[in-house]
T-cell receptor, first 114, second 115 residues
Framework: GAGVSQTPSNKVTEKGKYVELRCDPI?????LYWYRQSLGQGPEFLIY????????DSGLPNDRFFAVRPEGSVSTLKIQRTERGDSAVYLC????????????FGSGTRLTVV | AQTVTQSQPEMSVQEAETVTLSCTYD???????LFWYKQPPSRQMILVIR??????QNATENRFSVNFQKAAKSFSLKISDSQLGDAAMYFC????????????FGTGTLLAVQP
């Protein structure tokens, strides 16, 4: 596609529920990143995929968070047993492998846990 | 660990005037990159300008320029001839050189442009 697409744009869920957030990167971009932006903060790195594999998942806060990219294109961020502290904007970005400056961000999913 | 600090939570500038946003960072690396991103209400992060640490010359992109002081670990953004469309959150970001592509962001500065 022309840009990085994230769905849904907004998601409200109840505490304890499971949610999935989807990222559709730019066609041909092999690198994909997830960031979490809490209110009043800058984005914080969660995980980086190169192709189908997670090259760096050091930012995932705990084992309730998991992300997959089975075919090296679309990625899904999965959050189990959601907590109110998980409320944030989840941003996805993609780039051509090895390109230092080529991040393109999506518009994010605003997750609200009530 | 690397950190990025933006000490100005909010700034305001008159249309057509110049404003400077501050950013400092801490790293022990010699190879790194610095960025300024703009985030409008649409939430999409848009790259404004970038600087490679090995380059002494300050980067410039049209009305946007940086003052990169490597020894002081300072990386400020100057916006000249401010326009209403410049109003947004601005984030300073750091990326270590090498294979990692992870960005470390500051907490942001909200810029208001007064007509």
């Amino acid at each position: 596609g022309a840009g990085v697409s994230q769905t849904p744009s907004n998601k409200v869920t109840e505490k304890g529920k499971y949610v999935e957030l989807r990222c559709d990167p730019i066609s041909g971009h092999t690198a994909l990143y997830w960031y979490r932006q809490s209110l009043g903060q800058g984005p914080e790195f969660l995980i980086y995929f190169q192709g189908t594999g997670a090259a760096d998942d050091s930012g995932l806060p705990n084992d309730r968070f998991f992300a997959v990219r089975p075919e090296g294109s679309v990625s899904t961020l999965k959050i189990q047993r959601t907590e109110r502290g998980d409320s944030a904007v989840y941003l996805c970005a993609s780039s051509v492998a090895g390109q230092v400056f080529g991040y393109t961000f999506g518009s994010g999913t605003r997750l609200t846990v009530v | 660990a690397q950190t990025v600090t933006q000490s100005q939570p909010e700034m305001s500038v008159q249309e057509a005037e110049t404003v400077t946003l501050s950013c400092t960072y801490d790293t022990s690396e010699s190879d790194y990159y610095l960025f300024w991103y703009k985030q409008p209400p649409s939430r999409q992060m848009i790259l404004v300008i970038r600087q490679e640490a090995y380059k002494q010359q300050n980067a410039t992109e049209n009305r946007f320029s940086v003052n990169f002081q490597k020894a002081a670990k300072s990386f400020s953004l100057k916006i000249s001839d401010s326009q209403l469309g410049d109003a947004a959150m601005y984030f300073c970001a750091y990326r270590r050189g090498g294979a990692t592509n992870k960005l470390i962001f500051g907490t942001g500065t909200l810029l208001a442009v007064q007509p």
